[in-house]
């Protein structure tokens, strides 16, 4: 008997696939969510493996203002009730894992989602423009379009020689005690091995962490992947001359005889690529993590970008060689890889409601939410910065999400809010014969070169419109289009409270729409 077609079937109920359910749900689309674990969100029941999440919960904040709180809330699903809210769970500033597995589990049964639990997807193949998923139930699933959640959910192995003989990240002991007075290599400089570093300083004789990139932290990057100030402890013990060191270069090769002490070789970038032989009691890979293409047949295997741990999609979340098929969650992060927040719950959750959106928009006839807004270069003016006062879609997806007002210069204005800024680009909104503003807020070019704590650097000060263009901090940025092509930019001056509604943000952004807009609206 063959399989009802569903609208949409999601393989994974982590935190993208419960709250793009939620969403299908609401809309009345027929869906099905297959979850492998027994539960919502089965990578945190693994990771972090020392449990303390990275992602901020700022329980208080000062205000009421549940679209404001969402900036410093870095782990709610955004759903119809503001009530259901990670911060609920935890007034941790640094939550627990378990915190999460509860808020998810409590989400999918809050909307009934559809979810079969324990049922693993073992092969994807197409047929026509219909997907078939078969199960590790012996059932076939039949879906128009097919919606990826999985995950990073396999390790990223480094290509080096021996690499096999080291213990794993997602496998090696968390006692810390199984580590006494051992020399340990951590190969990695990102936040799991940090984080491994952490909790080996007690007990450990010696740590080394190696890679062959530059520790950056986040607090300078503005990247959140980078090395956050809550896993850097490590970073004294360095410096401060305790044993323990951070290795710049390659690691050449790992071996090891019978059971005894590993050998590493390793090519110092420091000193012109010397290579020296150093010995250690155990070697610790925490490499990360790449996203799994192992299920799909060859009619519909993603193509993979970054060192084949992603798969390469458009500027609307489509798999680029497979139409229908769309990824949500922390694989649509090629899209700002290593440069912005879609990795991450805090940035993929609105990455979530723009591909519910698209999807709305390209199947089911229903258009991108817009309201009007009068198209005087005022009523325009009020409209971006009240929006930029309060948006945590803009703030958390800064450059890639952005509100767009269409037609401008044509009666009333169409405001969108948080929609994929290449997604306009490449014409997902339609004609473009209308002007069109893109409105985002935006770190400035060369922020990450900037030492924020460096006292003797010159800044441009908070609420000077005139230099507005050299702000490094996340500032609204203002860029119209006209027949698709860039014809103008205004860089709202930044504030230290991100709070735009002076006279040095108003009058320069009228001014701005008055002399760029079309004729018609500058003669209001």
């Known amino acids: ?25 609401a809309a009345g689309h027929a869906y099905l969510v297959l979850e492998s674990g027994s539960a919502p969100g089965t990578f945190f029941s693994r990771y972090p493996r020392h449990r ?42 640094f939550p627990k894992a378990d915190d999460m597995l509860r808020y998810l589990s409590d989400y999918a049964k809050h909307f009934e989602l559809r979810v079969d639990y324990g049922t693993t997807a073992t092969r ?20 128009r379009r097919l919606i990826v959640a999985t995950g990073v959910s396999k390790p990223y192995t480094a290509p080096i020689p021996g690499i096999e003989l080291a213990e794993r990240y997602e496998t090696v002991p968390v006692d810390p005690r199984d580590f006494t007075d051992q020399r340990v290599l951590i190969i990695g400089k990102g936040n799991s091995a940090m984080e491994t570093a952490d909790s080996l300083v007690e007990t450990a004789a010696v740590i080394h962490v190696a890679g062959p990139g530059s520790v950056k932290m986040a607090w300078r990057t503005h990247y959140v992947g980078h090395l956050r100030a809550v896993n850097n402890n490590f970073l004294d013990t360095y410096q401060l001359k305790s044993q323990n060191a951070i290795l710049d270069g390659t690691v050449v090769s790992v071996e090891r005889e019978d059971n005894g002490p590993f050998t590493i070789r390793f090519a110092f970038s420091r000193a012109n690529e010397l290579v020296k032989e150093i010995r250690y009691d155990r070697v610790i890979a925490c490499t990360g993590f790449r996203f799994d293409p192992a299920i799909f047949d060859d009619g519909c295997r993603p193509a993979l970008v970054h060192k084949d741990r992603f798969p390469k999609i458009t500027s609307a979340y489509e798999v680029e060689n497979v139409p229908g098929m769309y990824v949500a969650g922390t694989i649509t992060q090629p899209r700002d890889f290593k440069r912005g927040t879609s990795g991450f719950i805090h940035g993929f959750r609105y990455g979530v409601r723009a591909l519910h959106n698209i999807l709305q928009q390209r199947y089911h006839q229903v258009p991108w939410p817009a309201v009007n807004v009068p198209g005087t270069p005022e009523a325009i003016t009020d409209a971006v910065l009240t929006r930029v006062n309060r948006s945590s879609g803009l703030y958390q997806q800064f450059g890639m999400l952005g509100d767009v007002v269409l037609r401008p ?10 929609v994929p800024v290449d997604f306009v680009r490449d014409g997902g909104l339609g004609d473009h014969a209308h002007d069109v503003l893109i409105v985002t807020l935006e770190y400035g070019p060369d922020h990450d070169k900037v030492d924020p704590f460096d006292v003797t650097v010159a800044r441009v000060a908070q609420d000077d419109a005139e230099r507005a263009l050299d702000a490094a901090y996340l500032h609204p940025v203002v860029r119209l289009y006209r027949d698709g092509g860039l014809v103008a930019t205004h860089h709202v001056a930044e504030n230290l409270e991100n709070e735009w509604n002076r006279p040095a943000h108003h009058g320069p952004l009228t001014a701005f729409l008055t002399a760029h807009a079309p004729a018609a609206l500058a003669a209001r």
């Open 124 to 143: 994807v193949s197409k047929r026509g423009e219909t997907f078939e998923i078969q199960d590790d139930r012996g059932r076939t699933h039949r879906a």
């Open 1 to 25: 008997m063959a399989a009802d077609l569903l609208d949409y079937l999601i393989i994974g109920a982590g935190p993208a696939g419960l709250q793009l359910a939620q969403e299908l749900g």
């Open 409 to 418: 210069g044509d009666g009333d204005a169409r405001y969108l809010e948080e």
């Open 52 to 93: 303390q999440l990275i992602s901020i919960n700022k329980v208080h904040t000062g205000t009421d203002d549940p679209e404001l709180n969402l900036r410093m809330d870095w782990n709610s699903l955004l759903s119809p009730d503001n009530d259901l809210l990670f911060t609920r769970y935890s007034e941790r500033y």
